[in-house]
C-alpha cells in the first residue's frame, strides 16, 4: 500500500491507514480515510505534555484551522482570525449541551435512539490509541 502521507491521490474505494508511534514521552496515532473525491486524516497527540486541539480542513480551495474549540483561523488568502467567545460556556462548546437536549426531548417524544455511528467512532479512536 502506498505512503498514507506521501501520496495524497484519492483512491477508488473507501479505505483506511492507521499508524502509532510510541516514545516514551509521547504517543500520535494517525488514522486517514479516504474514498475517490476526499481523504480525511486525523492524527492525535497523547501526553506529549501540551493541552490543545486543532482541527484542520482543506477543501475546494479553502483551509481553516479550529483551535480548542474556539478560534477558526481562514486561510483564504492571508490568514484571518475569527475569535470565539471567552464566554461561552465549555458543555456548549464540546456539544454536551446540544447532545443532552438531543437525548431529552428524544425521551420526551418517545424515540429510540441509536448510538451505533458514535460506537464506531469511538472503537477506531481506542483501535488507533
Same mark, same amino acid.
Given at each position: !500500500? %502506498?505512503? $498514507?502521507? @506521501?501520496? $495524497?491521490? %484519492?483512491?477508488?474505494?473507501?479505505?483506511? &491507514?492507521? @499508524?502509532?508511534?510510541?516514545?516514551?514521552?509521547?504517543?500520535? &496515532?494517525?488514522?486517514?480515510?479516504?474514498?475517490?473525491?476526499?481523504?480525511?486524516? @486525523?492524527? !492525535?497527540?497523547?501526553?506529549?505534555?501540551?493541552?490543545?486541539?486543532?482541527?484542520?480542513? @482543506?477543501?475546494?480551495?479553502?483551509?481553516?484551522?479550529?483551535?480548542?474549540?474556539?478560534?477558526?483561523?481562514?486561510?483564504?488568502?492571508? %490568514?484571518?482570525?475569527?475569535?470565539? &467567545?471567552?464566554?461561552? %460556556?465549555?458543555?456548549?462548546?464540546?456539544?454536551?449541551?446540544?447532545?443532552?437536549?438531543?437525548?431529552?426531548?428524544?425521551?420526551?417524544?418517545?424515540?429510540?435512539?441509536?448510538?451505533?455511528?458514535?460506537?464506531?467512532?469511538?472503537?477506531?479512536?481506542?483501535?488507533?490509541?
Amino acid at each position: !500500500m %502506498p505512503d $498514507p502521507i @506521501a501520496d $495524497p491521490r %484519492p483512491v477508488p474505494t473507501t479505505s483506511t &491507514s492507521k @499508524a502509532r508511534l510510541k516514545t516514551a514521552h509521547c504517543t500520535i &496515532s494517525f488514522l486517514r480515510l479516504a474514498e475517490t473525491g476526499f481523504t480525511g486524516l @486525523a492524527v !492525535m497527540n497523547r501526553s506529549s505534555g501540551s493541552a490543545g486541539e486543532i482541527l484542520q480542513t @482543506a477543501g475546494a480551495g479553502h483551509r481553516r484551522e479550529v483551535v480548542n474549540l474556539g478560534d477558526v483561523i481562514e486561510h483564504d488568502g492571508a %490568514p484571518k482570525l475569527l475569535r470565539g &467567545s471567552d464566554w461561552e %460556556p465549555v458543555g456548549r462548546r464540546r456539544g454536551i449541551e446540544g447532545a443532552c437536549r438531543h437525548f431529552l426531548q428524544s425521551v420526551r417524544d418517545g424515540t429510540t435512539l441509536d448510538a451505533e455511528d458514535a460506537l464506531i467512532t469511538h472503537e477506531w479512536c481506542e483501535d488507533s490509541a
